[in-house]
């Protein structure tokens, strides 16, 4: 088995959350550092940041590892976070252990945070996009958590303040 370091593993995380979101198709831009990013005309930013815990090593001899990620999907405007979604494992903190037991990226966690983050980051700012008004209306409802995770949606009044909710 190719032996990897914990840098080459968050980098396969960037690659397949990249992917499978199909970001670069919707004009987002990945940054420096692994964030993805995304500007738009009427002083909005769209940001799916990554937090990485500061002592992830792999060790192959004794078939031990520990990459552990976090990220939060966010719309901001200027320095003001208006809209949230983050996932968290239910075991507490904010950072999901990313190594199976043989080692390897854990993509079928992977495949369970995609459809999450397509309905309620992805698919919200297109709905924000074309009616404000409307998609923040949903966003108050109540939600089903999985067993695993947790997750949650916060939304600043600043933002109800700007983009208005229906009377």
């Not at 397949?16 to 004009?27: A, D, Q, V």
């Not at 904010?94 to 993509?107: A, G, I, P, V």
Request: with cysteine; glycine share 8%; charged share 30%.
């Amino acid at each position: 088995m190719e032996q990897k370091r914990p840098a080459d593993i968050f980098q396969e995380l960037l690659d397949y959350l990249w992917n499978g979101l199909g970001l670069e198709e919707k004009g987002w831009k990945r940054l420096k550092k692994g964030d993805f990013k995304k500007r738009t005309k009427n002083g909005l930013t769209y940001l799916i940041w990554f937090d990485r815990r500061r002592y992830n090593y792999i060790d192959y001899e004794i078939g031990h590892g520990n990459v552990e990620v976090g990220f939060t999907c966010i719309i901001k405007q200027g320095d003001d976070c208006l809209y949230s979604f983050k996932i968290e494992p239910t075991t507490g903190g904010s950072f999901f252990r990313m190594l199976t037991e043989d080692l390897r990226l854990n993509t079928g966690l992977l495949d369970t945070f995609l459809p999450l983050v397509k309905a309620n980051y992805l698919d919200f700012i297109d709905r924000f996009e074309a009616d404000p008004v409307e998609a923040l209306q949903p966003v108050c409802a109540p939600f089903t958590e999985a067993e695993d995770y947790s997750w949650f949606i916060y939304v600043r009044e600043q933002m109800v303040e700007r983009y208005g909710t229906a009377e």
